[in-house]
């Protein structure tokens, strides 16, 4: 703006200067007041946000010290300021335009090679930025072309050195993010090295070519089918596992019923034997509980007295 200026005055005054008369008296004063506005103007520089500014002196070649934001005075004539965007940028590697809501312009698609030889098609993404405090260097190596110069030939190589490392059917399904990875590890190596900072690599889409792609469908299909009949064999053995130890329970609670059965006859037998008078005793009070003496057939015929026998059983302990 203040170069604008200037320079409309020194023409204003040299316009004068070519008038007769009393104007051209003004003439001399106006173009000096322009050179003077134009020199000015040269001697600040104000560096935009996001940006950064890296100065070159005519004696002392790039100065180590970038320019912050913000505005700055310069010696003109001997120094001069060249602005860096330091904020995030991208860069799209794929067929056609780029893509909506990038600011550059998509370049043909990486074609590579896999393990086995077959071409791949990868549309790739990649978001950078300068290093702020390494701008001098940046310009002194590479200046302003660093995309053209550096960044695309690097992503092109990176991209395909990591596709040759994978076969082609473990690009489009298991080893997606492995190569992702690969891509970004190596690419970061390389352009922080040059002042450069990655900040990711986003694969947008991988090709191989669709008779491969039928056939890698139909094998995994089938892998599919045969895992299906696999958890459906173990699911049946498990469920058989499970009747078996189901009937061994039930088995050895029967085993343990008819013991323990086994065992009450076998006490209750014994417990007879030693008091056959429980027996008569029993027998009675199920017959009739109010009758003292009845008769029980043995081998003579006989009354049987209950108080006698009720006397007869040593007396219970008090509880």
Request: aromatic fraction near 4%; avoid cysteine; glycine fraction near 8%.
């Amino acid at each position: 703006m203040f170069l604008l200026l200037g320079i409309v005055v020194a023409i204003l005054g040299i316009v004068l200067l070519a008038q007769p008369g009393g104007r051209r008296a003004l003439g001399a004063p106006l173009l000096l007041v322009g050179l003077a506005i134009v020199a000015i103007s040269q001697s600040f520089v104000v560096v935009p946000a996001g940006h950064v500014g890296v100065v070159f002196n005519v004696f002392g070649g790039v100065q180590p010290t970038p320019l912050g934001e913000g505005f700055r005075i310069v010696i003109p004539g001997i120094q001069s300021v060249v602005l860096y965007d330091a904020r995030l940028k991208e860069v799209t590697l794929a067929k056609g335009p780029a893509p909506a809501g990038t600011s550059t312009p998509g370049e043909d698609a990486i074609t590579a090679r896999s393990k086995e030889g077959l071409d791949i098609g990868v549309d790739v993404t990649v978001q950078y930025r300068i290093k702020r405090e390494e701008a001098p260097q940046l310009h002194r190596n590479l200046g302003p072309g660093y995309l053209e110069t550096l960044i695309v030939p690097q992503i092109r190589s990176k991209v395909r050195d990591a596709v040759g490392l994978f076969n082609a059917a473990e690009l489009i399904s298991t080893q997606r993010t492995q190569l992702e990875a690969a891509v970004t590890k190596e690419l970061r190596e390389d352009l922080g090295a040059q002042h450069i900072e990655l900040i990711s690599v986003l694969l947008r889409r991988i090709d191989i070519p669709p008779s491969v792609a039928k056939v890698i469908e139909e094998k995994q299909t089938a892998e599919q089918q045969v895992q299906v009949e696999i958890n459906r064999r173990q699911q049946a053995e498990i469920a058989a596992q499970r009747a078996v130890v189901q009937a061994k329970g039930e088995r050895d609670a029967a085993i343990l019923r008819a013991e323990g059965e086994a065992q009450a006859i076998r006490l209750r037998g014994e417990a007879l034997r030693q008091s056959p008078q429980v027996i008569q005793l029993t027998v009675a009070e199920k017959l009739a509980p109010n009758i003292q003496t009845i008769m029980v057939p043995t081998t003579g015929n006989f009354l049987l007295d209950l108080r006698s026998l009720q006397q007869a059983q040593p007396a219970q302990p008090a509880r």
